[in-house]
Nanobody
Framework: QVQLVESGGGLVQAGGSLRLSCAAS????????MGWFRQAPGKERAFVST????????YYADSVKGRFTISRDNAKNTLYLQMNSLKPEDTAVYYC????????????????????WGQGTQVTVSS
């Protein structure tokens, strides 16, 4: 079993930055692939970014490409999402996710590919 806890969300003005963190505990070797997803009011949970265990493979949604950076520190069992140039459209609850599946899950870009989820952290971007 894997436990994931997000932190770092909050209220920020458009153009600002936030860094989200996700601390993993438990069977951390079952976090071969990790990612961030978000859910805005009235919408389904959507892909933001995924990363392989080594960090060599990373994917981003078109809407965040060039603005967000996903990274991980396996020594600290922590996943990060650096969010720059934030837009009001980025407002959502952001969820950390993980799965023991590797490349296929990284490439999938779907919530169904992930096995473990955090509780979410709210990000609100004002204009």
């Amino acid at each position: 079993q894997v436990q994931l806890v997000e932190s770092g969300g909050g209220l920020v003005q458009a153009g600002g930055s936030l860094r989200l963190s996700c601390a993993a505990s438990g069977r951390t070797f079952s976090t071969s692939a990790m990612g961030w997803f978000r859910q805005a009011p009235g919408k389904e949970r959507a892909f933001v970014s995924t990363i392989s265990w080594s960090g060599d493979i990373r994917y981003y949604a078109d809407s965040v490409k060039g603005r967000f950076t996903i990274s991980r520190d396996n020594a600290k069992n922590t996943l990060y999402l650096q969010m720059n140039s934030l837009k009001p459209e980025d407002t959502a609850v952001y969820y950390c996710a993980a799965t023991p599946q590797g490349g296929s899950a990284v490439r999938s870009k779907t919530p169904e590919a992930m096995a473990y989820w955090g509780q979410g952290t709210q990000v609100t971007v004002s204009s």
